[in-house]
């Protein structure tokens, strides 16, 4: 299993950025996918998840209404797009996904929010 994320920057608050998360090594169509973020100095914590399908999503409540996830399940890809960035959203953005009850975790992507 192997999860690649890119997309992650630098951006001004109030902008938009948008993560993707490939999955190889797995029927990632079969899989809830799921973006988690870490701080500095802070635990990591669920920001979004998505069921095979797409039909169930959840959001942390810190990002609720500003972030969507998605997938693609045709390019083994999940999405994070994100709005109304804060600089409290400053964080490295990881992407994980569950198979055979072992957890991956991709590299993490950072995402810098700061005028």
């Known amino acids: 299993v192997q999860l690649v994320e890119s997309g992650g920057g630098l951006v001004q608050p109030g902008g938009s950025l948008t993560l993707s998360c490939v999955g190889s090594?797995?029927?990632?169509?079969?899989?809830?996918m799921n973006w988690y973020r870490q701080a500095p100095g802070k635990e990591r914590e669920l920001v979004a998840s998505i069921s095979p399908r797409g039909g169930i999503i959840n959001y942390a409540g810190s990002v609720k209404e500003r972030f969507t996830i998605s997938r693609d399940n045709a390019k083994n890809t999940v999405y994070l797009q994100m709005r109304s960035l804060k600089p409290e959203d400053t964080a490295v953005y990881y992407c994980?996904?569950?198979?055979?009850?072992?957890?991956?975790w991709g590299q993490g992507t950072q995402v810098t929010v700061s005028s």
């Open positions: 994980k996904t569950r198979v055979s009850n072992v957890d991956y």
């Open positions: 090594g797995f029927t990632f169509r079969s899989y809830n």
